[in-house]
């Protein structure tokens, strides 16, 4: 009996030590914005991304969420930590700006709505899924970005920021309001994106003063053009760099405006690239949800490529949305997944 109950001590303290491969494998869990918080379910989650080498969970967190969701929020994070995972947040829907978990239209547009996005024609942009999309110009919005994250790192204890996919880098999102304009005269997309990643810039520096020792992730679609990929690899104060997309490739035709193309194989590399040469550490979000069956065929034929990519942070989505074959599709992430931090 004492063996035994050696072996099942031993057994449990293998289960949450601590990876010795540099690399990071992170899982994306937007369970944070429920309601209904089931203790045992979480709990049984946790300890799956654990068992699979996962060292970071990205909570999805929205400005109502820190309101209403505060007790679901600490206690995805206490017990991450008690198990040796740590936590980054996304910042979710925050000023129209940034994906994430879209569980609600963001907010500070309707409460600001001063600070909309103009497009050429002289139209805000006004998303019927997602709400307003605010100017990273104006400066109200930089304070908002500043002021609410740094809240979220400091209340929850979090160790890693994620800004995620943000919607300003749309060439046809380009803002030509009386602020933009007076930024960049001559409508320049290029001194657009530059004035865009200074923002990120000035948001990074101000939480890295709230805690030095947070870890800030930046990534875009795959299919953003190439002024996207150079100039938001300018970005200052961040740690990891990359891009999302779907794992495979596609048939469609070669054009990087194209959603379509939102896939990693050939595209997602060139961020990469561009995170390597401004020293940036890489990492690739692999957007396993809402596949169809003929697209996890696809998924399972091309992962192994991706976890051989040269990549700092692999994230995957544990149990995200799904269309077909839920059990499937996280069969195929499990099985690749484990392979990730063996790869040199």
Known sequence: MLAILG????CDSRKFEQSTSDKLLAAYYFGAGYFTLVPANIRHDLDEMKQLGT???????????????????????????????QVYVVPSRMAGITAGQPVEPPLFGYHHPHTVTIKKDDSPIFRKSHGILSSFYHPEVKDYFISLTSKMVTEFNLDGVIWDEPKSTFIGWQDFSP???????????????????????????????VKPELQIVFFDEACRNDTVVQECAKIQNLDFYGADGHPYPTEKSEHTGNRALKVLPVWGER???????????????????YLTGVQ???????????????????????YGFYKDDTERNMD??????????QVN
């Open 271 to 289: 961020f990469l690239k561009a995170g390597r040469k401004n020293g940036l550490k890489t990492m690739m979000l692999v957007e396993n949800h």
């Open 296 to 318: 996890l065929d696809h998924m399972e034929e091309t992962l192994p490529e991706i976890i051989n990519y040269d990549l700092d942070m692999l994230i995957y989505y544990y």
């Open 332 to 341: 195929i992430i499990k099985k690749n997944i484990k392979k990730f931090k």
């Open 7 to 10: 072996f099942m001590i031993a």
């Open 55 to 85: 060292d970071i969970v990205c909570i999805g967190i929205t400005e109502n969420d820190i309101k209403y969701n505060d007790a679901n929020i600490k206690f995805i994070v206490e017990e991450a930590h008690q198990r040796g995972m």
């Open 179 to 209: 602020l933009a304009l007076q930024h960049n005269p001559d409508s320049s997309y290029v001194v657009y994106m530059e004035d865009f990643a200074r923002f990120f810039s000035d948001v990074n520096a101000q939480l890295k003063k």
